[in-house]
């Protein structure tokens, strides 16, 4: 036994309403951040498209890719939808962090952790269109 007096463990705060079991639920996302996320993969399809769909395999290739996008976030909302109410992002409140597996995380972090890929296409899809537009549509 250590000499020291004993420190009560900090508050435990679920993200979850109907938690039962102290595990927590949800996609613990700020709203902000899906938004974010489909927007740059619709930049990444219209800059595709405007660049290269000039036929109609091309075509065809696009609005299946596109298809499997809305799929993904579909599935995220249906998924979200079935859960009920929640609390808000826990990078919505004051404190501002999200637990991880690997510790705590702020806002700016998980951004930039979960938007460097969806950016990175981003800027792919502008990239091929300032290109077809310099070589000349």
């Not at 309403?17 to 930049?43: D, I, K």
């Not at 498209?49 to 609005?63: I, P, S």
């Not at 990078?91 to 806002?107: A, H, I």
């Not at 998980?110 to 269109?129: H, K, N, S, Y």
Request: charged share 15%.
């Amino acid at each position: 036994m250590s000499d020291l007096p004993s420190v009560p463990p900090p508050v435990y705060r679920s993200n979850d309403p109907y938690e039962t079991s102290g595990v927590q639920a949800g996609f613990q996302l700020p709203r902000s951040t899906w938004h974010a996320m489909f927007a740059c993969y619709a930049v990444f399809f219209l800059g595709i498209f405007a660049a290269t769909g000039r036929d109609a395999a091309t075509v065809m290739m696009l609005v299946i890719s596109g298809l499997y996008m809305l799929m993904f976030f579909g599935t995220a909302k249906l998924l979200n939808a079935q859960k009920g109410a929640e609390h808000d992002s826990p990078l919505d409140r004051s404190d501002g962090l999200l637990d991880t597996w690997t510790g705590p995380m702020d806002r700016r972090t998980v951004a930039a952790q979960i938007l460097a890929v969806p950016a990175g296409f981003a800027f792919l899809g502008v990239t091929f269109f300032v290109v077809r537009a310099a070589a000349g549509f």
